[in-house]
């Protein structure tokens, strides 16, 4: 008698651990909506030495979250594969929402200083700068190429706040 009870609880138990794994949850609506645009961020900050993004609305942090950058994090990038971040003021550009990286959003590096200074060094200053997911969660180690890399329930909160045009503040 015991046993018959103890199966059902076992299954159960076995289902919502499952559930709960990061790999197997998949929001129900893909990609997942934009916020109305009263909860929505107004701006972005990103502090490249402290590994740190923050979305604001009206001047206050609303989301704060631990981020991985390029693997050379130091330094204003300067040109296609040196895996540095840019530094300075940009815009997000466009949602992706079949990115490799879960979803992605566009930072519009290179901006006209960029391709100025890449030009006068003759040299490609490279581009697609996205605030993406694919970093496991607790990875701890920069890996990108010059991104800005969140674990995949992180890009989803972003996705929701971020709207195209909202501007990007990266600072050294």
Known sequence: MKRQWFRPWLVLGFCVLAASSPHA?????WPPALAPADERADEIRVDKSERRMQLLR???VIRTYRILLGDAPVGHKRQQGDERTPEGLYRITFR????????SLRVS????????????RGVDPGGDIMIHGGTPPGYGTDWTDGCIALT?????????????DTPISIEP
């Open 96 to 103: 992706n929402d079949k990115s490799r990286f879960h979803l």
């Open 109 to 120: 590096y290179p901006n006209e200083a960029d391709r100025a200074q890449a030009r006068a």
């Open 152 to 164: 995949d329930r992180e890009i989803e909160e972003v996705w929701r706040l971020v709207a195209v």
């Open 58 to 60: 009206d001047g206050k």
């Open 25 to 29: 949850r998949k929001p129900a609506v």
